[in-house]
């Protein structure tokens, strides 16, 4: 009988070492072997604790971890994984070695505010944290010397509860950075590195923490540090926290605090990439070195225009910061002081009219001014973009404002859910060593059209598969979220949603705008819809509206209204507390993504590229990324490429659109069975949304901007919005 040998005390040793260097660095929540490895340490603790590699190895004592890795054969998978990784710490080749081997000495620096990088380090608020988080993990796979800076919110962005009257309410949770995949950055002593940033009538003392995001670094900044006065410590407290006041100085302690940061490490990047406005006061502080060095403020200005790039992510207008004269001066006051310029001037840079004094300061406007180059997310938020801001370039037609756009994308490893990965790592590892390689490709997803590859048999037990698996997530979450719970809630929830009816999947922040209860609008039709029993229809959302945003929270509470006290019931569901999890379960299961902007307010939207590589459809308005992605055969476009003037007036013909297409199109398609029961012209549309799925990637996203603004170009075309 051939039986393995157990490990050696080195072995056993080497591979305990391995795991915790691993659980350190983000790069296992995209790969599916490591993730199996911490699941099997602790089915349960990798469930309750978030799905977090450090937390496990916690849970686990070191005894016990040792002992496990005696086991031969899950010594050789731990043994495998970790292979995979130092491969991939140590490539030999990579596309930015190739094409940007510049930036390897002088990184990106790339800030944010928020990242949504794992659910388990929950300091991101929404799509643009999540978006920041897989710019870094694309950076990473591609090579490119990166660096992002952002904030350590040591309680992260709200846990969301509902109460007796279907009201949101939110309470938050102390992250201990002892269970969390970060490490606290030391200087060569082992003492915290520090620096100082002069806020308000205080000096603020900075510490960083070190997020490994694969290749790449995520600096956090943290001033919870016992010398700072207590409202210091509390402006890296929550995510968005507090009011004006507080923001300010947020965002104060981002930019200026950011580049002090990097310029203590040694990190002198050729780029800083501002990722919305709120980390524009890092330009001020490269004019202040610039200044201090003893340059003229017009060089110093000059020239730290040339070192900025900028993107901005809402047409909103309530999404760019504003703020007072008086509250700039309060919070700047001693950073004033080493500018050595007058509040007037200073207000001049973040002014349309600069000599307007009644004209708050806008960080929108700090980050343009300060930018060799800008860019919207989408081609159809270029375009509002340019319009909202014509005023700052009046000598300029529209069409020549000089700001592009680049359309966002996702990390697809990071959002494939695991049985997806599973599936594609068992059928392509055999052919493909390098099989995460090429399933990034768009090679491999024009090969989704060949029924030879795959045929319409496997496709519909994929989806089966993934929407069985939601909704058995969601009658989990949903026995959780009852208050009390008796034995036969069990066998209630057990048999709660239909695993054979087109499911319909909402999930987002609940901003107004998104209209989350417009399909609703026709209710009655609706109930008819859903309660056909020949062919069911039922619908799945989850979200989180901001704590200040009681109309958002009242498009929540009709939401949860509908689900429990009116025909609806049973074929609606809410899903409280919404992560990255919860999207990651809800883009994978449903199989139809509804969007509903009033457009053109969606500036790009990135879940319903999720749903894509999962087999979804995307119902949505012909907003942000999806007019760019449809083509008739991928989807369904609720309405034309166009909208009316009055806002009223397009709820009311979007509401008519959504019903026409769900009830004229969506149902009957997807209802439509062969004499296998097999819906065939439905999966042609699968395979046409999967293969869709290569043009809206962060892998092609990031080369873009490597190749478009990273880079200084020869010419200034594309200041002059030659890009559309």
Sequence with gaps: MDLKKPSSPETVTELAQGLNRLAYNLWWTWDQGAQDIFAQLSPRGWQNLFHNAVAVLR?????????????????????????????????????????????????????????????????????????????????????????????????????????????????????????????????????????????AMSVARVRAWRVNVGRVTLYLLDTNLPEN?????????????????????????????????????????????????????????????????????????????????????????????????????????????????????????????????????????LALKMSRAANAVSELHGRVTRHMWHALYPDLPVDKVPIGHITNGIHLMGWMKGTLRT??????????????????????????????????????????????ELIEFTRRRLLLQQHHVTQSDFITFDHLLNPDALTIGFARRFATYKRAPLVFQRFDDIVRLVKDTARPVQFIFAGKAHPRDDEGKRFIQHIIHLSKYSELKGHLVFIENYDIHVARQMVSGCDVWLNTPRRPLEASGTSGMKALCHGGLNLSIMDGWWREAYDGTNGFAIGPDAHPDSVEEQDRVDAENLYRVLSEEVIPLFYQRDAQGIPRQWIQRMRRSMATVARFTTDRMVREYVERYYRRPGSCAHQAGLDE
């Design 59 to 199: 849970e686990v004592s070191d005894y016990e971890l040792r002992v496990r890795l005696l086991d031969p054969d899950f010594a050789a998978q731990v043994r495998q994984v970790l292979d995979a990784f130092d491969a991939y710490m140590k490539p030999s080749k990579t596309w930015a070695a190739k094409h940007a081997p510049e930036f390897s000495r002088r990184p990106v620096a790339y800030f944010c505010a928020e990242f949504g990088l794992h659910e388990c380090l929950p300091i991101a608020a929404g799509g643009l944290g999540v978006l920041a988080g897989d710019h870094l993990k694309s950076a990473s796979d591609l090579g490119l010397g990166l660096v992002g800076v952002s904030l350590f919110y040591r309680e992260g962005y709200f846990q969301q509860a509902i109460d007796a009257n279907n009201w949101q309410t939110e309470y938050y949770s102390l992250l201990n950075p002892r269970h969390l995949p970060i490490e606290p950055v030391l200087d060569p002593k082992g003492e915290p590195v520090t620096v100082t940033v002069r806020i």
């Design 229 to 365: 006065e207590p409202f210091i410590r509390d402006l890296t407290r929550r995510v968005y926290g507090g009011d004006s006041s507080v923001r300010i100085m947020q965002e104060i302690l981002l930019g200026v605090g950011g580049v002090r940061m990097l310029r203590a490490l040694g990190i002198m990047p050729s780029v800083f990439h501002m990722n919305e406005g709120h980390s524009a006061f890092l330009t001020l502080e490269l004019v202040r070195e610039k200044l201090a060095a003893g340059q003229p403020l017009d060089q110093a200005v000059a020239q730290t225009r040339e070192e900025c790039v900028f993107t901005t992510h809402t047409p909103v207008e309530a999404g760019h910061d504003r703020f007072s004269k008086d509250l700039l001066c309060y919070a700047g006051h001693l950073f004033l002081e080493e500018l050595r310029l007058e509040p007037d001037r200073l207000m001049s840079f973040g002014r349309v009219r600069p000599e307007d004094p009644h004209e708050p300061f806008c960080m929108t406007v």
């Design 423 to 468: 599936y594609w790592r068992r059928r392509l590892s055999e052919h493909h060593h390098h099989w995460e390689h090429y399933i990034n490709s768009p090679e491999f997803w024009e090969r989704i059209l060949d029924p030879s590859f795959i045929s319409d048999e496997e496709l519909w037990a994929l989806r089966y598969k993934l929407r069985r």
